[in-house]
Nanobody, 118 residues
Framework: QVQLVESGGGSVQAGGSLRLSCAAS????????MGWFRQAPGKEREFVAG???????SYADSVKGRFTISRDNAKNTVYLEMNSLKPEDTAVYYC????????????WGQGTQVTVSS
């Protein structure tokens, strides 16, 4: 079993920045298997950022050039640096982890709220 704990959410004005963190515990993991999703009110949960089979970062088109995923394997932690935030980025952001790369995301964090005001 893996536990994921997100932090760093909050409220910011459009154009601002936030940095989310997600720490994994319970067992040693490869941070390449961790990723970020988000769910806005009334919408489906969507992929935001993660790592692909060749370990390169991948992003949703809507956040490319503005968000950056990074990792610290020693801390079992991944980060999501979010810049140039827009009101449409408002959502609950979830960290997730899969047991193999590639593969389905199996464990999820509780989520952290990000609110961007215009």
């Amino acid at each position: 079993q893996v536990q994921l704990v997100e932090s760093g959410g909050g409220s910011v004005q459009a154009g601002g920045s936030l940095r989310l963190s997600c720490a994994a515990s319970g067992r040693t993991v490869s941070t390449y298997t961790m990723g970020w999703f988000r769910q806005a009110p009334g919408k489906e949960r969507e992929f935001v950022a993660g790592f692909s089979r060749n370990y390169s970062a991948s992003y949703a088109d809507s956040v490319k050039g503005r968000f950056t995923i990074s990792r610290d394997n020693a801390k079992n932690t991944v980060y999501l640096e979010m810049n140039s935030l827009k009101p449409e980025d408002t959502a609950v952001y979830y960290c997730a982890i899969r047991t193999v790369l590639p593969g389905p995301y199996k464990y999820w964090g509780q989520g952290t709220q990000v609110t961007v005001s215009s």
